[in-house]
């Protein structure tokens, strides 16, 4: 106990020092790895406490340094960049990459910005007299005249008008598509805006000639006909000239402009900031400098950002992704399905939309660097996980000789319709996984889930239960542990999980009964509570987000994790800040002894 807290007050000696201005005795190095090895320590609270209080002072200090302006960071002589051997090209590589950025998040904002619109014309198109929509045709086709060469100034349509064809579901398409990529430019922007203020000024003007029919009808009168003659004559005169319009649709028209200056103001409120200069540290996936690489895909994140030259494969989000360059395009493979990407092409046809069993993966290109985008909602997303973790989790018990696993593997065979080799089916099979770290024991039984749920999503129930009981009988394992296998299984292919909104909070007490609890994650660790163990997440120096059990090395927390906390199996899910976290009390005979099973069989 004196061991750690002298630790504790040398890291707090460190850290002073370093607000202070000072070097660290060892360096940052030095500090950084005490860090790790106090935040995964078995410390008592008092410890705890101090710890926290001098982590809590660092990460302040990082975090004030990292959103420095660029100004206020120049190095010393002695570490200057350009004196350093190799750093003169660093720059370059930074900036390039932040340029990349900053024009992959304005494609991703414009693709947001056609959904939005899509969305909205769907809605329009249900109002009476489609007032909005030919707001929309008049706005559109004005600034697109003020932008060529036509000078005619287009009026609103009228409700019936045959050439606008607003009634056409493809046509509304074409329009909010076309309204969005006159948005993707600045000058576009300011053309729709200046289009709208004049229709909010004026619906539609007076005919030119309105004065002229007023005087001829009024010369009618005095006319020498008969009253009919007369009529026939005014008729005649009305024809050559546009109906007047209704006065009483100037206040819709006027009201449908301000609506979609207000939505536009919303849409353009949400464009991306600029990166100035740089990135954040450990954000692209192969990149050239050190600084900017990601050691691997973050499952959890919705985005993933990758300098294609440098690799030619990853796995993200339970895809395997391919690329390689053809020419002067790139072809991208995710999950079966080939997309070709063409850097040289018009801004609006640099993404293209993949469907994969995963979802909707929309991918963006911008020179040699790729933006793939994971579309949908994240509570949606979040739930899947949250069912497939159950099914990971149960897979994971060691009871019995992990025979959820090995149940699990014989089931798979045979739905594949393939003969089971009972003899690598048995306990003597277990001891691989006895033996594998945890990680590696986490990977195995993720892929085994995913293999059966995707199976069980093709198959009927009947057709899932035989195969699961005829494994069990193969294997002589109880027809419970079957069914178990079963319902989470279908939970899985067929989520129906309801999670609660996500809180705010430092310390999340976790109940051991199965329930999905929520939290919103910030830089500050957050504390749970499982039975009588702290389970720390932090985030360390690479932006990783970590789990920390005392007595067991830090787990990465990605999109899906199952930790082993004694008695339990703690399931944590997350999609970018949003954090889900249950526990299970694992069932009775989950600690049986692998070499008493083994001697049974033998």
């Given amino acids: 106990m004196t061991y750690w807290t002298e ?21 940052r190095r030095s500090l950084g790895a005490l ?6 320590a078995p410390l008592n609270p008092v410890q705890l406490r101090r710890l926290m209080e001098a982590d809590r002072r660092y990460r302040a200090l990082l975090r004030g340094q990292r959103t420095a302006p660029l100004a206020t960071q120049q190095a010393s002589p002695r570490e200057r960049p350009a004196d350093r051997p190799g750093w003169a090209t660093n720059g370059t590589a930074v900036s390039e990459a932040a340029r990349a950025s900053n024009d992959l998040q304005r494609l991703t904002w414009h693709a947001g910005v ?3 619109l899509l969305e909205q014309g769907r809605v329009w198109q249900q109002e009476p007299n489609l007032v909005t929509l030919r707001v929309v045709y008049a706005a559109l086709e004005n600034a697109e005249r003020a932008g060529g060469t036509g000078r005619d100034w287009q009026a609103v349509p009228e ?24 948005m993707l430019a600045p000058e576009g922007r300011t053309r729709v805006r200046n289009e709208l203020l004049k229709i909010h000024e004026e619906p539609f003007p007076r005919h030119a000639d309105e004065d002229v029919l007023a005087a001829r009808l009024e010369a009618v009168g005095r006319e020498p006909l008969s009253e009919p003659a007369r009529e026939a004559l005014r008729q005649a005169l009305r024809a050559q000239y546009p109906p007047p319009r209704d006065p009483r649709e100037r206040p819709a028209i006027r009201d449908a402009a301000q609506r979609l200056l207000n939505l536009l103001q919303e849409l353009v409120a949400r464009a991306p900031a600029l990166v100035p200069g740089r990135l954040s540290p450990h954000v692209l996936l192969y990149a050239q400098e050190p600084t900017l690489a990601q050691e691997r895909p973050d499952d959890a994140s919705d985005e993933l950002f990758i300098y294609m030259p440098g690799g030619s494969t990853a796995q993200w989000r339970g895809l395997s992704l391919r690329w390689q360059r053809v020419a002067s395009t790139w072809q991208l493979q995710a999950d079966g399905q080939l997309a070709q990407l063409r850097p040289d092409a018009p801004d609006t046809e640099r993404s293209v939309l993949l469907t994969t069993s995963r979802g909707d993966l929309r991918a963006f290109i911008s020179g040699p660097y790729l933006l793939l985008r994971a579309e949908g909602s994240t509570r949606e997303a979040l739930s899947a996980q949250a069912a497939l973790a159950r099914a990971v989790a149960f897979l994971m018990r060691p009871g019995g000789g992990f025979a959820a696993l090995r149940l699990a593997r014989a089931a798979t065979l045979s739905m594949r319709t393939q003969p089971l080799d009972l003899e690598s089916l048995g306990p003597l099979s277990a001891a691989k996984y006895a033996q594998a770290t945890a990680t ?13 749920v995707s199976r069980v999503a093709e198959l009927t129930p009947e057709e899932v239960a035989r195969h699961l009981q005829g494994a069990a009988g193969a294997l002589s394992l109880d027809v419970t542990l079957a069914a178990g296998l079963h319902e989470v299984l ?4 067929f989520p129906d999980e309801v999670l609660p909104e996500p809180v705010h909070a430092a310390l999340l007490e976790v109940s051991g009964d199965g329930t999905f609890r929520s939290v919103r994650l910030g830089d500050d660790p957050l504390t749970l509570q499982v039975a009588d163990r702290l389970v720390t997440l932090r ?8 789990a920390v059990l005392p007595g067991q090395p830090p787990v990465v927390v990605g999109d899906l994790l199952v930790m082993a ?19 299970e009390v694992d069932p009775p005979g989950t600690e049986t002894d692998l070499a008493t099973l083994i001697a049974d069989e033998f």
């Fill in 539 to 546: 985030l360390d120096y690479k932006g990783d987000r970590l």
């Fill in 7 to 27: 630790l504790v007050e040398l890291y707090e000696y460190k850290v002073t020092d370093l607000l202070e201005g000072r070097a660290p005795r060892g360096g």
């Fill in 114 to 116: 056609r959904r939005d």
């Fill in 565 to 583: 906390v004694p008695g339990m199996r703690l399931m944590l899910v997350r999609q970018l800040d949003w954090l889900a976290v249950a526990a």
């Fill in 35 to 40: 860090r790790d090895d106090l935040l995964s």
């Fill in 490 to 493: 279908h939970r899985a292919a």
């Fill in 159 to 182: 409700v019936n008008d045959t050439l606008s064809s607003l009634h056409d579901t493809e046509v509304i398409r074409r329009l909010v598509y076309a309204l969005a990529d006159l």
């Fill in 440 to 452: 590696a024991l986490l990977e195995f039984a993720r892929r085994g889930a995913e293999t059966l």
